[in-house]
Each structure stands twice: as C-alpha cells, then as structure tokens.
C-alpha cells in the first residue's frame, strides 16, 4: 500500500481517495504513521484540505514528512499563509525544515504573490536551518521575483549562483519575461535555452511571443526560420477532459 498510494495521489480523483481511504480503514492500515501520511498526501492533491487536516490531526507522532505534506498541499491550492503558519509552529515545535519543505514554501509563495515572506524563508534556509539552497529552491525564488516583474533581480541572482544554472531557472526567467514583455533579458534567457536544449521548440514559441508582444515580427519572422534550418516543429497541442469517468 505505501507502493501504491503515490499513484493515488498522481491521480488527484477525490473519488479514488475516498475510495482508497475506505480500503485502507477495511485492512485497518490506518495505525500505520507512513500508511496515514500517504493517504493525507492523496487528499492533498486532490483538493480536500478538510479531510487532509482531519487526519494529519489524528497523527500520534508528527514528523518532517508528515508537515512537510501538509504544507505542500495548503500551498499548491493557494493558502500560502496557512502553509506560512503550519511551518512557523512546526519550527517552533523543534521539527527541523528539509529541502522538500522549503521548495514547498517557495513555490506557495511565488504563486501567491508574497515575495517579502519568500526572500524571508530563502535567507532563513542557509542562515537559520543550515540547508544549502538548489537549483529547485533558486528556480522557485526566480520565478516569484519574475511573477512580480522584478526581471533584472531575478537575472542577478542567476548570475550570483554558486552552481551553474539549470534549464529550469533560465525557463522560469524567460516565462517571467513573457508575461511582463520584457524582450532584453527574454534574449539573454532564451540563449542559453537554445544551448542547453537546442531541440525544445517551447523555447522558441516563447521568445517568438516576446518578440510579438513588442510587434518584432521580423524576429518572430528570423525565429521561425531557425527552426525549420534546425529542423523543429513545435509538438500540437492536446487536452484530456474526465467526464462521467471517461476520458475524452
């Protein structure tokens, strides 16, 4: 069952869990810490924040992966404050952060917009936890300081990294530049893009919308001639809708 239980919360189907949560309460599994911290984590992903805190309650003993799920899914539905207060009374309780646990936080809050409590759990990783922030933790902080449309910081802190960036933090920059139009550093990002994965077409098709949104069509034009000389194409795109439990 603890095999099991991440594909149920892959699926995030509130009527899977509930279904999955009775089988478990069948076999009496339930007195099992890893057993119940799984199916919290299914309820998590799968919206139900009630049920979700309900048996996170009912933990007799609470460890680091037991907040760290109970953060993550307040904050992927978009209660960053909530996920904020749950992290305070953890450390106050002496549970120690892992590195799980704070890109959980960071992710909440770029998504919510709270980019001084952000700055506040990023400083507090190295300075107060002693945890060494990764590609994860900084692709998060870049994302929120982009978000917000502070571009040129987010740029600096890729430039101050003491390890070389990913394809996930110039990603989360030139995403950033998309959504503010900011064609300068969109280029800078977008380079390096091409260089470390030169076959993504997504790479191309979001530098070709900055270059739209400033009416560069005679870049968007030099772009498209790019790929075809490299031989891309950009992938049609495709939805999955679930109606009356059938896929469509």
Excluded at 167 to 193: D, M, P, Q, R, Y
Aim: glycine share 8%; with cysteine; charged share 20%.
């Amino acid at each position: 069952m603890t095999s099991v239980l991440p594909a149920y919360a892959e699926s995030a189907d509130l009527v899977q869990a509930k279904n999955i949560h009775c089988f478990l309460l069948t076999l009496g599994f339930l007195g099992s810490a890893e057993i119940a911290t799984g199916l919290i984590d299914v309820y998590a992903k799968a919206g139900n924040l009630d049920m979700t805190w309900e048996l996170f309650q009912c933990l007799p003993e609470k460890d680091i992966v037991a907040w760290t799920t109970v953060i993550a899914g307040y904050g992927m539905h978009g209660h960053a404050r909530t996920a904020i207060l749950l992290y305070d009374k953890m450390v106050e309780l002496g549970v120690k952060p892992n590195y799980i646990t704070m890109a959980s936080l960071l992710y909440s809050c770029s998504h919510a917009g709270m980019i001084d409590e952000g700055l506040r759990l990023f400083d507090g990783m190295q300075n107060i936890h002693g945890l060494m922030p990764n590609a994860e933790h900084y692709s998060c902080l870049v994302d929120m300081l982009g978000r917000a449309g502070r571009i040129e910081e987010a740029y600096r802190l890729i430039e101050d990294m003491p390890f070389e960036p990913t394809t996930s933090l110039w990603g989360a920059l030139l995403g950033a530049c998309v959504l503010h139009e900011n064609v300068e550093f969109g280029e800078i990002a977008a380079k390096h893009l091409f260089e470390l994965e030169p076959e993504n077409t997504g790479n191309y098709v979001l530098l070709g919308k900055v270059y739209a949104t400033a009416d560069r069509w005679g870049d968007v034009q030099n772009l498209r001639r790019m790929m075809e000389e490299r031989g891309l194409r950009k992938d049609p795109g495709s939805s999955v809708v679930d109606a009356k439990s059938e896929l469509c």
